[in-house]
């Protein structure tokens, strides 16, 4: 029996009552944490799986997130309903709407871009349409110097016909640190945008822009600057800035690697960049089959059919034993790294 004694009106709990109690609350707060645990993990997978271009699979995993208030897995379980049926969705609408909600800018522009307003009769309150609220929202937020609400005013004015303004704040975004934004930018001068007096100086300007976002660990910007330092004629940077990009976990970068590896003469027939790696098919079965036992990744797959030959069954073997030390589930899971608003 647990005994507590009054005193003047007053509980006073027993030590025996209060240990049992403190040890509740630990037991408590350890299921409450392994719950969030499980949330967190459920979310990790499922944008494994999105970034992979795997959308249906994330869809299941997303919803554990979402459902647990997590913003970002309600903007993009929207985004892979969206994706998977090619178009809005009541499901997509459900989950953009709950985004939006919470203030997330590009939920709002997927309910403008959708007909939200107009076909499903969901229109936001005060404002005149998601554009709008979107634009309202962020603009107080990036006149106070966020950079995220930049780059989010970027699109927005985009979706508003006024890319003057789009342009000006994404460079703003840049000069902020946004990394995407800094990215974004660097490709958008090395396709023409604003004015330079000679090439040279347009890709210097691009490979700025594109290093510091790159050196802040945004993976895309490193496949950006490969491309610059390609266009300013320096094979071996531009190499480098591949690798870069591969041992980062991005598949398009990882795929040219591997087949630069495996079969050199080929893969700059087909229009790879110079591959200075030197031939080594061990080394570039093993990151192919490393790919496909992780991701699934088809296009390693094929690669690896159409190469077989190359290898003795002593040397795959080797590779597949390598991978399974170097590259299988070692580093950063593999991605496309879609940009978050897209198409």
């Known amino acids: 029996m647990l005994i507590s004694v009054s005193v003047n009106g007053s509980l006073i709990i027993s030590k025996k009552v209060k240990l049992l109690l403190a040890s509740a609350l630990l037991i408590f707060s350890s299921l409450a944490w392994g719950l969030e645990d499980e949330i967190q993990a459920a979310k990790d997978s499922g944008m494994i799986d999105y970034n992979l271009g795997y959308v249906a699979d994330a869809i299941p995993k997303l919803e554990v997130a979402a459902e647990a208030g997590d913003v970002e897995a309600m903007y993009y379980l929207g985004e892979s309903h969206r994706i998977t049926h090619m178009g809005m969705t009541s499901d997509a609408l459900e989950w953009y709407l709950k985004a939006a909600e919470h203030n997330d800018p590009y939920a709002m522009l997927r309910l403008w871009s959708g007909g939200a ?30 950079a995220d609400a930049m780059l989010a005013l970027y699109y927005i004015y985009g979706a508003l016909d006024d890319s003057d303004a789009g342009s000006a704040w994404l460079e703003k975004a840049a000069e902020a640190g946004n990394p995407e934004a800094q990215d974004r930018l660097a490709k958008m001068i090395q396709d023409g945008h604003g004015f330079y007096w000679s090439e040279g100086g347009r890709l210097e300007a691009a490979e700025t822009l594109a290093r510091g976002a790159a050196e802040q660990g945004y993976v895309p910007a490193m496949l950006t600057l490969s491309g610059i330092w390609g266009d300013k004629g320096e094979a071996e940077e531009s190499w480098e800035w591949k690798v870069s990009a591969a041992e980062s976990g991005m598949v398009g970068p990882m795929l040219g690697v591997a087949y630069c590896y495996l079969n ?8 790879g960049n110079e591959c200075l790696a030197g031939q080594d098919k061990v080394k570039g079965w093993a990151i192919l089959y490393a790919m496909v036992e992780e991701s699934g990744n088809q296009q390693a797959e094929s ?18 034993a390598l991978a399974e030390v170097e590259w299988l589930n070692h580093g950063p899971p593999l991605s496309k790294f879609p940009p978050r608003y897209g198409f």
Not at 303 to 320: H, P
């Open 117 to 146: 307003c107009v076909a499903g009769d969901e229109c936001p309150e005060n404002a005149e349409g998601w554009r709008e609220k979107a634009r309202d929202e962020q603009l107080p937020l990036a006149e106070e110097g966020d």
């Open 264 to 271: 050199p003469e080929k893969y700059q027939e087909l229009g």
């Open 303 to 320: 690669l690896m059919e159409r190469s077989r030959d190359l290898l003795t069954y002593d040397q795959r073997q080797k590779a597949e």
